[in-house]
T-cell receptor, first 114, second 116 residues
Framework: GQSLEQPSEVTAVEGAIVQINCTYQTSGFYGLSWYQQHDGGAPTFLSYNGLDGLEETGRFSSFLSRSDSYGYLLLQELQMKDSASYFCAVRGGHSGAGSYQLTFGKGTKLSVIP | EAGVVQSPRYKIIEKKQPVAFWCNPISGHNTLYWYLQNLGQGPELLIRYENEEAVDDSQLPKDRFSAERLKGVDSTLKIQPAELGDSAVYLC??????????????FGPGTRLTVL
């Protein structure tokens, strides 16, 4: 099966940089995704890493190290609207049907303060 | 482009009553997912459809939960009878098939179920 670990809460100051770490254990691995969810809202896709290295999308970057079973989401120039929960999700399982399955972590609640 | 539509947004029922949730995925998305999300937790997959075929329902409690996706578009998730522990948010998501490397899933706003 799959298991993911990420911090439950993080607080950061507006304009600062914050890193949310995710470690995983999985029986099969195809990639690591990150989703954002505001309170009462739908999860929305942020980024995906299938290979080792850094992926950058505007203020958000995501990193993956397959050998370390580790990834992180980096948020720069934090804004108040970034206050939300952030989930890492492993795309894993066996080949075929299972390879499209996402297993989500419990989420990290980010609070951005003035 | 319209997103994933779910209804109702909120539902309050008494235990042992039946309840049904409806989902309309993004047009052209062959793959549809139902997730359960408890407070403070990540979404947990209940069932995944490829067109009208359920290809992964291993996490669906089949004694009380059922789902269908007639004609490979809209889907309904049913609970009968509901138990107190079923109180949660039920999320529907859709994606293209094959989804490629990203497997980007598009989520609906969810149905918040309260069982009294």
């Amino acid at each position: 099966g799959q298991s993911l670990e990420q911090p439950s809460e993080v607080t950061a100051v507006e304009g600062a940089i914050v890193q949310i770490n995710c470690t995983y254990q999985t029986s099969g691995f195809y990639g690591l995704s990150w989703y954002q969810q505001h309170d009462g809202g739908a999860p929305t896709f942020l980024s995906y890493n299938g290979l080792d290295g850094l992926e950058e999308t505007g203020r958000f970057s995501s990193f993956l190290s397959r050998s370390d079973s580790y990834g992180y989401l980096l948020l720069q120039e934090l804004q108040m609207k970034d206050s939300a929960s952030y989930f890492c999700a492993v795309r894993g399982g066996h080949s075929g049907a299972g390879s499209y399955q996402l297993t989500f972590g419990k989420g990290t609640k980010l609070s951005v303060i003035p | 482009e319209a997103g994933v539509v779910q209804s109702p947004r909120y539902k309050i029922i008494e235990k042992k009553q039946p309840v049904a949730f409806w989902c309309n995925p993004i047009s052209g998305h062959n793959t549809l997912y139902w997730y359960l999300q408890n407070l403070g937790q990540g979404p947990e997959l209940l069932i995944r459809y490829e067109n009208e075929e359920a290809v992964d329902d291993s996490q669906l409690p089949k004694d009380r939960f059922s789902a269908e996706r007639l004609k490979g578009v809209d889907s309904t998730l049913k609970i009968q009878p509901a138990e107190l522990g079923d109180s949660a948010v039920y999320l529907c998501a859709s994606s293209l098939t094959p989804a490629g490397g990203r497997n980007e899933q598009f989520f609906g706003p969810g149905t918040r179920l309260t069982v009294l």
